[in-house]
């Protein structure tokens, strides 16, 4: 055996070791705990052998309280670039095997390597978090290290898409980096984010919660809002992340991967999905998947703010980003939650040259105390904002009713939606025909001989004068009055017109949405 034959083995007998982790013990547990280990994710999430590690030599430098004489394999965080269906991204995953995959001085800067990596190379980045938070061993140290990893997810925000993968806690400060990137996956009985945990509530407030009320996957899907995408195994997270990065561009200079096309899927006949009644109710998701091809729709935020549906499709082989009142869900309200969750969406399509989609049938803001009280005001001024600002082609469609501040804020024509298209058995107008005929024709029915009569008259005189597409059309509000059927040839026809479209802005540092 030659020397350099001995180095190539001793090389091989040092990364061995350090693939080990934290040893038996702690792989077990992790194991016990349904997780699977921090390498182990990252094989399961990234081509066959396209992993190439970087950083795997780097030890801690804790020295204090024992440090000193630790050794802690790669030092808990395992980073490196791999590719996702052919499309490189760079990980970061943090190995809960090692000092509970705490968060130290060299444990941040390799992360913070990684993210540098990602933001130069203009790829996505995704991070796996599984982790007991700043180590506490190291002190400030540790807390620099979040610092200098936020920082990086503001700077990269806009430019790289960046994916979170809560596989294990999620803790204290931590959870901020998640917070700061687009998207957030959690696994059932996994994930665990909060900012104080249990115990500091018992102590503080006496209260009592378990950590999978305070912070489990479920809430942060369904009541947070904190997370984008729900699994109930690590396994099928990996195949929701390796979809949407299919889906969505490499960085905000290039356009997602156009794909062949295909045509929407026979049973999804788009004619037959919207009952003509406009107080009936009906699955938007289904009108989404009658116009993408193969009838294929990534929903994103599926258990958060259901009144309002958003997520990707393709139209023509086209990523796009579909917004739509769901009538399913409080007849497709917007409130607080939805218009957060609508924003955000917008925002992340705007910033990837994604063009947007807009499906509307909603009879306004949701009323009441509690959504005033909650900010309302502020909430809803987040998507006129974001529609606003958005210079991607923007195409809207109203399918159904579009009434009051909802047919403003629906990507409509006057925030500059591109196209704007609606069915004929549109209602446009300030409020739906029963509410509107009891205000402005209330005098006329209290006079009546016979009230009950003379309010449905009413109603009928102002559906006839206003609840139709023809008086925006008239005004120019609405390009075309369109067939239910011809909806996919229009979006079509519209996505290749604007295929190029250049619409500039004033100059400014940035604006000030009301977050
Ligand atoms: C150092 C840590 C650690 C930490 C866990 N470990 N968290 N070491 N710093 N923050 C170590 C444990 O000592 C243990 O080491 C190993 O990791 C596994 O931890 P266990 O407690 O045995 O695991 P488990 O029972 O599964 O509990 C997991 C846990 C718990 C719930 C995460 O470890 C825990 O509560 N950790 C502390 C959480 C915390 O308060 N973090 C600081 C948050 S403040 P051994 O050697 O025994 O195997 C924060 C500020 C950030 O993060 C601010 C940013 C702005």
């Given at each position: ?28 547990k992790q194991k016990a705990m349904g997780k699977l280990?921090a390498?182990?994710r990252?094989?399961a999430l ?47 995953a943090q190995?809960f095997?090692?000092?509970g995959g ?24 995704i991070g796996i978090n599984d982790s007991g938070g ?28 960046q994916i979170s993968v809560i596989l294990g806690p999620c803790a204290g400060g931590a959870v901020y980096s998640p917070a700061l990137t687009d998207f957030v996956f959690v696994v059932e009985n996994i994930s665990k984010m909060f900012i104080t945990g249990p115990e500091v509530i018992k102590?503080?407030l006496?209260e009592e919660i378990s950590m999978e009320e305070l912070g489990g996957a479920k809430v942060h899907s369904e009541m947070t809002g904190n997370a984008h995408f729900y699994a109930t195994s690590e396994d099928e997270c990996f195949v929701q992340i390796r979809k949407l ?38 699955d938007v998701r ?11 729709f990534l929903e994103v935020m599926e258990l958060f703010a259901a009144n309002i549906v958003v997520g990707f ?10 917004i739509a009142?769901q009538?399913l869900v409080m007849?497709g309200v917007l409130d607080c939650d939805s218009s957060d969750k609508a924003a955000r969406f917008?925002?992340f ?17 949701l009323?009441?105390?509690d959504q005033?009280?909650a900010?309302?005001?502020?909430h ?136």
């Amino acid at each position: 055996m030659s020397v350099e034959d001995n180095k190539v083995l001793e090389l091989q007998q040092r990364k061995e070791r350090i693939r080990f982790g934290g040893g038996t013990k702690a792989i077990e547990k992790q194991k016990a705990m349904g997780k699977l280990t921090a390498r182990e994710r990252i094989i399961a999430l990234v081509d066959a052998d396209s992993f190439h590690e970087y950083d795997m030599f780097v030890e801690h430098d804790g020295r204090d309280f024992g440090m000193q004489d630790k050794s802690l394999p790669g030092d808990g965080v395992i980073i490196g670039t791999g590719t996702i269906l052919g499309s490189p991204v760079a990980i970061f995953a943090q190995d809960f095997t090692v000092a509970g995959g705490s968060l130290g001085f060299m444990h941040a800067r390799k992360i913070t390597k990684i993210m540098d990596y990602a933001l130069n190379m203009r790829i996505p980045l995704i991070g796996i978090n599984d982790s007991g938070g700043a180590r506490i061993q190291e002190g400030v140290n540790a807390l620099a290290g979040y610092g200098e990893i936020f920082f990086r997810n503001t700077l990269s925000s806009g430019v790289i898409p960046q994916i979170s993968v809560i596989l294990g806690p999620c803790a204290g400060g931590a959870v901020y980096s998640p917070a700061l990137t687009d998207f957030v996956f959690v696994v059932e009985n996994i994930s665990k984010m909060f900012i104080t945990g249990p115990e500091v509530i018992k102590t503080v407030l006496g209260e009592e919660i378990s950590m999978e009320e305070l912070g489990g996957a479920k809430v942060h899907s369904e009541m947070t809002g904190n997370a984008h995408f729900y699994a109930t195994s690590e396994d099928e997270c990996f195949v929701q992340i390796r979809k949407l990065i299919s889906m969505i561009p490499a960085n905000n200079t290039t356009k997602a991967e156009k794909i062949a096309p295909a045509r929407p899927l026979p049973e999804y006949d788009i004619t037959k999905i919207v009952p003509a009644d406009p107080t009936v109710p009906y699955d938007v998701r289904d009108v989404i998947k009658a116009l993408v091809d193969e009838s294929e729709f990534l929903e994103v935020m599926e258990l958060f703010a259901a009144n309002i549906v958003v997520g990707f499709g393709r139209v023509n082989g086209e990523t796009v980003g579909f917004i739509a009142n769901q009538p399913l869900v409080m007849a497709g309200v917007l409130d607080c939650d939805s218009s957060d969750k609508a924003a955000r969406f917008i925002r992340f399509c705007d910033a990837f040259n994604i063009p947007i989609v807009t499906l509307e049938d909603l009879p306004g803001y949701l009323p009441g105390v509690d959504q005033e009280h909650a900010g309302v005001i502020r909430h809803g001024a987040k998507m006129l904002y974001a529609y606003s600002e958005a210079t991607v082609p923007s195409i809207t469609v109203v399918l159904r009713k579009a009434y009051g501040g909802g047919y403003i804020a629906m990507g409509s024509r006057h925030l500059r939606a591109d196209f704007v298209f609606a069915w004929p058995n549109a209602e446009i107008a300030v409020m739906g025909p029963e509410g509107a005929a009891n205000i402005i024709f209330r005098k006329d029915i209290m006079e009546a001989e016979n009230p009950a009569e003379m309010r449905k008259l009413k109603i009928q005189e102002y559906k006839e004068k206003f609840a139709n597409p023809y008086v925006a059309a008239a005004k120019g509000y609405i390009d075309s009055v369109i067939a239910p059927a011809e909806t996919r040839m229009f979006i079509e026809h519209a996505l290749k017109v604007a295929a190029h479209k250049s619409r500039s802005q004033p100059n400014k540092k940035h604006g000030n949405p009301p977050f």
